[in-house]
């Protein structure tokens, strides 16, 4: 009975949508252009139905299910009918989120119980923070069952949150990126959260101002004062001219805080929204003017560079063509370039175990780091270039300052495979095996005053539906592109730091990737691919390897 009456909700959302297309197709006259705008499912209200008289304990779970992945129409006034006592006003909706698969057909019984078997594919917690379950994970998850004044089954006992299954929350949810500030005020830095459609921008906002999650928060600053709350406890947006209101109180903290930073960080946060085309900060009544301007998305464009014939060469405009100003790496054997953003510096790895500098027309290679199986190295904005040894863990080296051992407490025991810094500086994305497999983790960067760094912080893991990974890059401000396994050959994922694992089409004979707003790879015998809606050839390049952009 579970699985027939959320086919029945998914139906009658159809019908919706059926039927509002009826409507708009002419039946007669001649054939004419059409300019409707096609919207999102999200915006399409489904209804669920109340218990039933007669219903058994496995039919009001059934439609508990259905009406919570509904009860954003009504306030979760139905999913309430089918509760009982203490559960009527104690259960909370907002709580988080199970995602979930399919659920089994078949629940177990008992006189008193109804359990059902959840196929997990995500968790999302009540403040928006979202996190992908491993392969075949599952729950068992139990309602108490009693009956109440009319002799009905009704739910007694329920876990907090919802329990939707994948459809249902990717129409009702979105993901949202919220900004807080690198320490040296440079950059935005992302956190992306996945909060309702329905009252996104207030969700947005109150969730900025709560502040970063831990594993983010000794990394960033943020211009919000403490105590700092909406007041009214919405962000109003004018349907007109798209103006979004936020209204803060105390307005005496707001008037003191660094307000160019507070509005800036509110405005990259709710300026992607629909429907917002700017944003009017308040302290209470009186607007604040002025937004600073900082650094944020996936950077300037930037030419892919390769190795070809023992020389770093750039693909500009479909031509390969030196790198000017570089010598050769004859005898080198040079593997995994790396460098900053406007080129000043550039390493590679000599081999499997010397991380050294790309030499010049001026100065030959110099040696940063030396260690067996080092991983391909990845240089940050503060001009350090990391890399590690699977046996001691990271290691950042800069020309003409000492190496340093980046302490981790969570890689004790692990071998790094790859590591790549985001171009915030914050944050970065490591990849590591141990005895509970490969796994892919993000962590914040702290640094000294100088920007070198000095440890990482608590991780948070993306990508946890691979069972497999060896490389990885960012290519976008909370995107990564990895490569691994999650069922079948290695090919490249698109992996969120907070969302759902989505596998590329399979590449033969994968050898490298490079990503940024577009993703490359080399091949075993030297081709190049570029992904657009599938893998296309570049013609004319080949013996190319280890491509690579800045970072």
Known sequence: MIAHRLRRATVALGAVVVLAACTAIPTSGPVQEGDTEVTEPSEIDVLAEGPQPGDTPAEIVDGFLAAGAA?????????????????????????GVLVSGAVEPAPTTTETE????????????????????PPDGRESVTFGMVRNDADEWRIAATPPGLILQQEDFARLYRPASLYFVSPD?????????????????????????????A?????????????????????????????AAVRLEPALAVTRADRDLLIAQIEASLRPVRGISSVQVYARDVPLEGSASLESGPGPSSNLELVQDDRLVALADGQIEPVPGLDTLDGLDPR???????????????????????????????????????????????????????????????????SVQVGADWL??????????????VRIAVVSAGADGVQVDIAAITRDDSGAPQQLGSPVRAGASLVDASSVVWSGESTLAVVGRSVGSANVHLVPVA???????????????????????????????????TWAQILGVTGVSYPSFPG
């Not at 009860?71 to 009527?88: P, S």
């Not at 109804?114 to 379950?133: F, L, Q």
């Not at 594993?215 to 001219?241: C, F, H, K, M, S």
């Not at 075993?524 to 809606?533: A, C, H, N, P």
């Open 71 to 95: 009860g954003f129409t009504d306030n979760f006034g139905t999913a309430r009918e089918y509760l009982a006592g203490e559960a009527k006003t104690t259960w909370d909706p907002t709580a």
């Open 114 to 133: 109804v359990t059902i078997d959840v196929p997990v594919e995500a968790r999302v917690g009540e403040s928006g923070v979202y996190a992908e379950a």
């Open 185 to 213: 005020q440079r950059f935005l830095v992302p956190e992306e959260r996945w909060f309702p459609q329905k009252n996104l921008s207030t969700s947005i906002v109150s969730e900025l101002l709560a502040g970063p999650s």
């Open 215 to 243: 594993w983010l928060q000794d990394a960033v600053v943020t211009a919000v004062p403490d105590g700092v709350e909406l007041n009214p406890e919405a962000v109003l947006i004018d349907e007109n001219d798209g103006v």
């Open 336 to 402: 995994s370039p790396a460098r900053n953003e406007d080129g000043s510096v550039r390493v590679m790895l000599s081999g499997p175990n010397r991380l050294t500098t790309v030499p010049t027309a001026e100065v030959g290679p110099q040696e940063l780091v030396t260690g067996s199986s080092l991983a391909a190295p990845s240089v940050d904005r503060f001009d350090w270039a990391w890399t590690a040894q699977p046996a001691s863990g990271l290691v950042a080296a800069r020309v003409g300052a000492p």
């Open 412 to 425: 004790e025991g692990r071998a790094v495979r790859a590591v790549r810094v985001a171009r915030d500086g």
């Open 499 to 533: 969302g759902p694992t989505r596998p590329l089409p399979e590449v033969a004979n994968l050898a490298d990737l490079a990503g940024s707003t577009v993703i490359y790879v080399t091949t075993t015998d030297g081709e190049l691919r570029r992904f657009g809606t």
